[in-house]
């Protein structure tokens, strides 16, 4: 059985059966570690060059995937007369993979290294745009509020492997055998 199901399984088990963990702010930051060190293995694995070379294909996908997120949003929306937000919230949680299972299946698969790359490359896309448009969609309460949330999170982006190789620069040699995850 591949491991996403069973922790699938155990969750609801521990959840539903047992009672065990519901509200434990353990469990929430635990999610929270799981989640960053998912999409840091998944950065890490993805190659640059095949990107590339099968630009136009993925962002073929790219674009039928908002398509659908929209007419589905804009139907869920219709059907059950609920505002913007909430409709691109539901029509999120119907069309973004999981691309934690994705990846902890793949090598079950049986395909080829290179299929496997564009597998990935499929699924880390889609889930980023989808993170995106929640982002959006979550900020979107208040043009200053989006505008604040979105600069804060640009200059992480940019600052944030500065200051990592700031680290590795002048910290590292003064700190022999120390480790960490800046590299």
């Given amino acids: 059985m591949p491991p996403p199901i069973t922790a699938l399984g ?11 963990f519901i509200g434990d702010e353990t469990i ?14 998944a950065g890490l694995e993805v190659d640059g060059a095949m990107l590339l070379r099968k630009s136009k294909a993925l962002v073929v996908h790219l674009v039928i995937g908002i398509v ?30 999981s ?12 395909v080829t290294e290179e299929e496997k790359l564009w597998i990935k490359a499929k699924a880390i ?5 989808a993170l ?18 979105g600069a804060a999170l640009i200059a992480m982006v940019i600052l944030l492997p500065l200051v990592f190789r ?12 120390s480790e960490y995850a800046f590299c």
């Fill in 10 to 20: 155990f969750g609801i088990l521990c959840g539903m059966g047992l009672d065990a």
């Fill in 28 to 41: 929430n930051l635990l999610a929270t570690f799981g989640i960053a060190a998912l999409f840091l293995f």
């Fill in 68 to 97: 659908a997120l929209l007419v589905v949003s804009f139907a869920v929306g219709i059907f059950l007369n609920l505002e913007w937000r909430a409709a691109i919230l539901i029509g999120l949680a119907l069309l973004t993979p």
């Fill in 99 to 110: 691309t934690g299972f994705i990846l902890n299946t793949l090598d079950s698969l049986g």
């Fill in 125 to 129: 896309s889609t889930e980023l745009i």
């Fill in 132 to 149: 995106v448009v929640l982002f959006v969609t979550l900020k979107s309460t208040s043009a200053v509020g989006l505008t604040a949330s």
């Fill in 166 to 177: 700031f680290f590795s620069a002048h910290i590292a040699p003064i700190a022999p055998n």
